[in-house]
């Protein structure tokens, strides 16, 4: 069925030129023309923007959702639906903790019936590399998978087993011919065990414990395994959630190689820092984990040099029991911050007191992750024949985060009480409007963004 006209108008639209004042015209779901502010033609619906950003809508390319099989910790539903609230109008599902886990073609399948019907937002899957399914990564790929994700640590789930050294080179020459990109959690399990010992004898609430055990050498020593992997079969590699501004050198040298890595970030490393989280406070656990303020300015600027391309949420969320948040056992709480609807918010207020500018943030969170996804051309950007996905949003306005009113199956997150800016007014997908003034649309509009569907 075809989307009905509509033209959006805005003083300041992200287009790829930069913001000026300009008019989107929509028809049948697509961007048809970019142009100056002109006289809108008679008789079509109008949305009217005012002062407020008329951007891309975002691309998160790492969000776990969960389902099937883990769906009382997330699911397409919940996870589409505070996308849309957020202004999030694709989100790439990693392959991890469904069950079964995206590891082989069959459970692709299984994880697309179990999404039909249920997005609100436009839905991508990431394959799985794990030990020994190097000869399912092609079907994986040809049934619609966008790439592949692989753990050199324990994943923290039975399903999906950490590789090492012996599997990339396995896979990676598969992937290299497939031309299909690895994105990798990238800690090595050496630099952690070696650090268990903080551990003995101690309060387990305590963060900096928690800290020292998951050591900024295990990153590092990562992603110098991967770059070393990459010039030798190819493969294109992205890192994942660096959180270490010790990987950043690394990073560096193997772009001057002109190797294809790219890495990304995310809001909670850009936002939080370790001296200021409270011992006991387990909703602040993640995997890698929220290091020093001083490292977190340097991520800032790996983001301002371009070393890191994009920021992703690792909107990772767990039944509240599993966060241990009666105890505050940050040893053996749920590794996992949700943020999916808070990541633009979160990303804004940052960059804007830094001295950012909207053009970066559409960059980090647009541009950089549909490329990524292999999207660009379709997702990402204003421009013609491009989908109409759009978010409408106040950069002045701020709000504080009520955690009762995030649309997250779990409302369990660090972010509450913080104060924010950037107020999400509208979204809209392919032209539809999914979300306005705090309201979401009641039928489920996205679609599936596997291979036969991009």
């Not at 609230?85 to 790439?92: E, R, S």
């Amino acid at each position: 069925m075809a989307f009905p006209d509509i033209i959006l108008r805005s003083q300041r639209v992200m287009t790829p030129d930069g913001l000026r004042p300009a008019m989107v015209y929509v028809r049948q779901g697509k961007i048809e023309r970019v142009t100056p502010m002109e006289e809108a033609p008679s008789g079509s619906p109008v949305i009217d923007c005012g002062e407020s950003i008329l951007m891309p809508g975002i691309v998160d390319t790492h969000v776990h959702v969960n389902e099937p099989g883990r769906t009382e910790w997330e699911g397409f539903a919940t996870a589409t639906r505070s996308a849309a609230a957020g202004g999030v109008t694709t989100v790439i599902d990693m392959p991890l903790n469904s069950v079964p886990a995206t590891t082989t073609r069959e459970a692709l399948r299984v994880k697309i019936e179990a999404s039909r019907g249920k997005t609100y937002v436009d839905v991508g899957f990431w394959g799985g590399v794990v030990p020994g399914n190097a000869s399912e990564l092609a079907g994986l790929l040809a049934e619609g998978a966008l790439g592949f994700k692989a753990f050199l640590v324990p994943s923290g789930v039975d399903e999906f087993q950490h590789v090492e050294e012996a599997d990339l080179r396995e896979a990676m020459p598969v992937l290299a011919r497939l031309g299909a990109v690895l994105l990798a959690h990238a800690e090595l399990p050496g630099p952690i065990d070696a650090a268990a010992a903080v551990w003995t004898g101690g309060n387990p609430a305590e963060y900096d414990r928690y800290l020292r055990s998951r050591p900024d050498a295990s990153e590092a020593e990562a992603v110098e395994l991967l770059v070393r992997l990459c010039r030798e079969t190819g493969c294109r590699v992205h890192i994942v959630h660096v959180s270490s501004a010790e990987v950043l050198p690394v990073l560096r040298r193997a772009r001057e190689e002109g190797l294809p890595i790219t890495a990304e970030t995310c809001p909670h490393y850009l936002t939080f820092a370790a001296e200021e989280i409270p011992d006991g406070a387990v909703a602040f656990k993640c995997a890698p984990p929220i290091r020093s303020r001083e490292n977190r300015e340097r991520l800032w600027e790996a983001l301002r040099e371009g070393l890191i391309d994009l920021v992703a949420t690792d909107h990772s969320p767990c039944p509240p029991e599993m966060k241990m948040i009666e105890s505050g056992d940050f040893r053996g709480a749920w590794g996992g911050i949700s943020s999916l609807q808070l990541s633009l918010a979160a990303i804004w207020t940052g960059a804007r007191v830094r001295g950012f500018t909207v053009e970066d943030l559409a960059a980090w969170m647009c541009a950089g992750p549909a490329r990524l996804a292999g999207l660009e051309g379709r997702k990402g950007a204003i421009a013609p024949g491009h989908d109409a996905d759009l978010v409408i949003w106040d950069p002045e306005a701020s709000f504080e985060v009520d955690a009762g009113r995030l649309h997250h199956r779990h409302k369990l997150t660090p972010y509450a009480g913080r104060t924010l800016y950037g107020v999400v007014r509208q979204t809209l997908l392919r032209g539809e409007t999914i979300y306005k003034n705090e309201e979401l649309t009641e039928a489920p509009l996205g679609r599936l963004l596997t291979q036969g569907g991009r």
